[in-house]
């Protein structure tokens, strides 16, 4: 609080928001961060991420299916109509142990990539091919179903 006293450790902070997300700065973790995505609850930028619904991958298998092969072609159209950077990130299911799992991850991003390279995509536009493994699931790996969509790519918008 700027004056000193016994109890500095419960000197208060800034309840003002001068970047405008909403976020006090006692709270906000990107006190200048200014513009206009969506802003979490810690006042940083959420990511953004392009879910390749349907771009999933066969049990064991880091090759694309024919199927994916449309809902790339729209990526390929959107990456180049928008100056964005994105990176591209694998995913597996629970089955296997954790280092199978995250090499099969870095094979299916690495063939996403590939692809969205090989049909035109600047090399510039992706800033990076990850893979996560199984760290990361968006359903549950108890069900065929389930492990079916955790077998999957995404591309994260990068800022």
């Known amino acids: 609080d700027g004056i000193g ?12 928001d001068p970047d405008g997300d909403g976020v006090n700065n006692c709270e906000d973790n990107c006190p ?31 090759n694309l ?11 390929v159209s959107v990456l180049n109509r928008r100056s964005i950077r994105v990176e591209v990130a ?22 996403v990539a590939d692809y969205l390279t090989g049909h035109g ?16 699931p968006i359903d549950t790996n108890e069900t065929r179903e389930g492990r079916a969509r955790n077998r999957r790519t995404e591309l994260v918008v990068q800022k």
């Open 121 to 136: 995509v600047s090399g510039g536009s992706i800033s990076a091919v990850n893979g996560y493994g199984e760290s990361r």
């Open 5 to 16: 006293d016994e109890c500095d450790d419960f000197a208060t902070c800034d309840k003002n």
């Open 32 to 62: 200048d961060v200014k513009n206009r995505q969506a802003i979490g609850p810690d006042g940083c930028p959420v990511p953004i991420t392009i879910d390749l619904r349907g771009v999933n991958f066969d049990f064991d298998k880091c």
């Open 65 to 75: 299916r024919p199927d994916a092969v449309a809902i790339l072609d729209e990526a």
């Open 90 to 111: 694998g995913h597996t299911d629970s089955v296997g142990t954790d280092a199978y799992n995250q090499k099969l991850s870095e094979c299916r991003a690495q063939v």
